[in-house]
């Protein structure tokens, strides 16, 4: 059963207090960064209906909501998660060949997680960070000007992480 914990639902509480009487409606999008948090890294049918519950508003209103930023994943993803932008700026300034090669280095394609669920290649729309193209967002960093020797070291470093946090 899905279920947030009591100092969770204190959060949704406070977040839910931001907004006037009736448009706690407002709150979806902070309660579902929550929620992505809290279960997993993403949102599955429960914990969206569960979102709905909290927020007593209808289930499609936060799946209309989950569906329409890339910020919220519908499927488990990996440890790290490189969300690679791959709008105009970017593109020009060689995003292609940074999200081909880091799928040729873990052998997934975008969209896919690696067999170990250490990894999640994801293309996104444009981060606002468009003068430091091509770049990507790794947790909550950005990782510019990127290069196949920093996602080299990328990688490496989230290997070397994973190992140092088990
Ligand atoms: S186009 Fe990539 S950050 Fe804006």
Known sequence: MVQFTE????????????????RQKSA???????????FGGWL???????????LSITP?????????????????????????????????????????YIGEKLDIKPGQTTADGMFTLKTVECLGACGYAPMM?????????LTKEKVDALIEECRRNAVANN
């Open 60 to 100: 499609i209103e936060v799946y209309e909501v989950a569906t329409f930023y890339s910020m919220f994943n519908l499927k488990p993803v990996g440890k790290y998660m490189f969300e690679v932008c791959q709008t105009g700026p970017c593109m020009i300034n060689g995003c292609d060949d940074i999200i081909e």
């Open 7 to 22: 100092d969770k639902i204190n959060e949704v509480k406070a977040i839910m207090a931001r907004y006037p009487e009736g």
């Open 28 to 38: 979806v999008i902070p309660v579902l960064h929550l929620a992505q948090e809290e």
């Open 44 to 54: 599955d049918v429960p914990v969206m209906d569960y979102v709905a519950e909290l």
């Open 137 to 145: 967002q790794l947790g909550k960093f950005y990782k510019e000007h």
